[in-house]
């Protein structure tokens, strides 16, 4: 008899309920919107509010505040949002402490009630927690993934096309290494309709645009004081849509390499092929010598980040 897929959001933040509302809205499963026991009449409240918004919108998605694990026995796709925000001043790197036991938590009990899922996590500092999910679990490496290049690409596509002046959806960009400031624009695979960014826009421009791209997570906090929510969640509803109506997308995302690009054992964002499987293809995409030595120096950061945890396990 079908059965409608079980999406389990965990953490019923500002990301959470954004996801929920995503998720429901385009009707890929029912919901359940899991935070911890201290935040369940959150969580339920949040969840109530969007069922009733469904009965405007007109979609018939189940959402389910809990704070129980045994709700999300069998989910076919987990969300991972659990964690502290940054703050200003902080970067991703400095919540590694606060959010390495979270995931661990986090980790143990998908383990007991979900292993099977293919599980998107969005908490920073994102490539360790990824990482040490993957490692508590036991997973595939197929079924584990980080959302990053897709938001971090999205907003490259967005500072072009203003620049530009045309519109965001004849921008293709691709964005690759890990999700902080060490991340690499590939300008080479950035195009306007086909036609290379170089070709109509200024480099001084473009170098601006990249640094801008690099700092887009801290900007967003500089002005509302906690981190972005909407382009992250949509984000990662794009990877969970491609992953449960087998769209075959490529995206870039992170993901563990084994070899791919020169790097082992680390987690690190690069375009893949995202269907019915889960990450389908790692695409080896052709690097200047500039572009992979910034590939190395984010390498590099990734990795020192997961030493950490490594060493704390």
Not at 115 to 129: Q, T
Not at 204 to 218: H, Q, S, Y
Not at 283 to 294: G, H, R, W
Request: charged share 25%; proline share 4%; with cysteine.
């Amino acid at each position: 008899m079908p059965t409608r897929k079980k999406i389990g959001l965990i953490g019923a933040g500002n990301i959470g309920g954004e996801l929920a509302r995503l998720v429901a809205n385009k009707e890929l499963g029912d919901v359940v919107l899991f935070d911890i026991a201290s935040k369940e009449n959150f969580a339920k409240g949040k969840a109530l509010d969007l069922e009733q918004n469904g009965s405007v919108l007109g979609y018939d998605a189940s959402i389910r505040g809990t704070s129980n694990w045994d709700d999300l026995q069998g989910a076919d796709v987990l969300i991972i949002t659990a964690g502290v925000p940054r703050k200003p001043g902080q970067s991703r790197d400095d919540l590694v402490a606060t959010n390495l036991p979270i995931i661990r938590d986090v980790a143990s009990n998908a383990k007991r009630v979900c292993p099977d899922a293919f599980v998107i996590v969005i908490s920073n500092p994102l490539d360790a927690m990824v990482y040490e999910y993957k490692r508590v679990v036991g997973a595939p490496k197929e079924k584990v993934v980080g959302m990053a290049g897709v938001l971090d690409s999205a907003r490259m596509q967005l500072f072009l096309a203003r620049e530009a002046g045309v519109s965001v959806k004849d921008v293709r960009t691709t964005v690759l290494g890990g999700h902080g400031d060490d991340m690499v624009p590939v300008l080479g695979y950035c195009t306007i309709n086909g036609i290379p960014v170089g070709q109509v826009i200024a480099k001084e421009k473009l170098d601006a645009i990249v640094e801008r791209t690099r700092k887009g997570g801290g900007e967003i906090v500089g002005l509302m004081g906690t981190s972005a929510y909407y382009a992250p969640a949509t984000s990662a509803v794009a990877m969970a849509e491609a992953y449960l109506l087998d769209q075959k997308r490529l995206l870039p995302s992170a993901v563990y390499l084994d070899g791919e690009y020169g790097y082992k054992d680390i987690f690190m964002g690069v375009p893949v092929v995202i269907g019915g499987k889960g990450v389908e293809k790692i695409v080896q995409i052709d690097l200047t010598d500039d572009e992979k030595t910034m590939l190395a120096k984010s390498a590099k950061s990734v990795q020192s980040v997961i030493d950490v945890v490594k060493k704390s396990a």
